[in-house]
């Protein structure tokens, strides 16, 4: 598991895959997102604005998960 830091209390779910490497561009992640890909805390995720705290863990498909650090 890799911890991404964050600056705020929070950050959105689209925002994190960007910062995280896992998505190029807001298009690419909404696309991972619909096509059902990305799991956070072990629960699907459809939503690219969903918040996301410290301690959340997401997953992308094929990748070690994320912890928002």
Known sequence: ????????????LGQLLKLAGLADSGAEA???LEDGDVTVNGEPEERRG???HRGDVVTLA??????VA
């Open 1 to 12: 598991m890799r911890d991404v830091e964050i600056r705020g209390e929070m950050i959105r």
């Open 30 to 32: 909404k696309l991972m």
């Open 50 to 52: 969903r918040q996301l």
């Open 62 to 67: 094929g990748e070690p998960p994320v912890r």
